[in-house]
């Protein structure tokens, strides 16, 4: 199991950053920061202030993508630099940016999320585009991860609802990974499983509460967290990423990125691989919409035909992991059936 060792999250945490970091390990002197320009301009003198206070060098680097690239990129500009971790700040870019420099220069990482809008923020995975993968892969467990609420509430809602869409996720992947156990004999963590499943169960639970105050972005940011050390307790995406994530990969595929954010895609899929699992769907679109996140094809600019072409493709992008798209095999006619009977389109 490969877990955090530190994990902060609280109102005004990121102008204690230099504490945090020293508490994770005091003969830290030298850090890197990837993030995005936006994000600089926000937090860069804060940072700053806490990092003079105890004595840490820093040299920011801003990443123009998340792409394999990029890494590259930056790999060279920092040669030389010596640091001793690394920290990712900012949304998925950043921190898949920053985890992924770390892991190749092997140096840990810290992440620092500013949105609550998908796991990677405490998951081994990161997803990069220039891979010939069109999944994550495996890198290592981020550190320590502060997450700042208030900095977090500040994002705009619809990365909260994307956030959503992704812990609704976990309950077919889950789903999908006893499948596996049960029609392949493969193994099966039941505790990392029912952590997952905890992070999706919570969004069910207290979906109409969510988006009103700080204390719903709290939940979210936790749970985005357990999903996230979910996957690190069973050493693979397996309880966070199924038949819903290939889904969300193939529209990605299919659309060249034009498909909206990780979290909404994933709630899509989540409702279409609930009624091809004989689930309560209904009650998934419910919560969904409770949370403001897309519950039809249309509302991410998607047609009937993307959605058809995606379940028929979304399987073979990545054979080996069973689901129930490998058991059910779909045409174009029960895929259509399918979507519609979800009514997702
Ligand atoms: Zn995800």
């Avoid at 220039?130 to 320590?144: A, L, R, W």
């Avoid at 069910?204 to 749970?223: D, F």
């Avoid at 038949?243 to 193939?250: G, I, P, Q, R, T």
Wanted: contains cysteine.
């Amino acid at each position: 199991m490969e877990l955090p060792r530190k994990i902060l999250v609280g109102d005004n945490v990121i102008s204690d950053l230099g504490n945090f970091i020293m508490d994770i390990n005091n003969g830290i002197s030298s850090v890197i920061i990837i993030s995005g320009e936006t994000v600089r301009n926000k937090i860069e003198d804060n940072i700053k202030k806490s990092f003079e206070k105890s004595h840490i060098r820093n040299y920011w680097f801003i990443r123009k993508d998340a792409s394999f690239e990029t890494v590259s990129k930056i790999k060279i500009e920092i040669e030389g630099l010596k640091p001793d971790i690394i920290l990712g700040i900012g949304g998925g870019k950043s921190v898949d940016v920053g985890k992924m420099i770390a892991y190749s220069i092997k140096k840990p990482f810290i992440s620092i999320p500013t949105s609550a809008s998908h796991d990677g923020i405490s998951s081994p995975f990161v997803s990069l585009k220039g891979s010939n993968k069109p999944y994550s892969i495996k890198v290592n467990t981020p550190i320590g991860i502060l997450a700042d609420i208030k900095l977090i509430s500040e994002a705009p809602p619809r990365l909260l609802s994307s956030g959503c869409g992704d812990l609704i996720g976990k309950l077919t992947a889950v789903k999908d990974w006893e499948l596996a156990r049960d029609d392949n004999n493969e193994y099966f963590g039941a505790y990392s499983a029912y952590l997952a499943k905890l992070s999706a169960d919570i969004i069910m639970n207290k979906s109409k509460e969510l988006l009103l105050n700080e204390s719903g972005v709290r939940t979210i940011i936790e749970a985005l967290i357990s999903a996230g050390v979910a996957a690190g307790i069973a050493g693979s995406s397996r309880p966070c990423s199924g038949s819903e994530h290939l889904f969300s990969h193939a529209l990605e595929f299919i659309t060249h990125g034009n498909c909206g954010l990780h979290g909404e895609r994933v709630g899509l899929g989540t409702i279409i691989m609930s009624k091809l699992y004989g689930m309560d769907f209904e009650a998934i679109i419910a919560v969904l919409e409770n949370v403001k996140a897309p519950v039809k094809a249309n509302q991410l600019n998607l047609t009937e035909k993307d959605v058809v072409q995606s379940l028929l493709i979304a399987q073979d992008l990545r054979p080996e992991r069973y689901t129930i798209l490998s058991k059910t095999k779909l045409d174009k006619k029960t895929a259509s059936e399918l979507a519609k009977s979800a009514k997702v389109i």
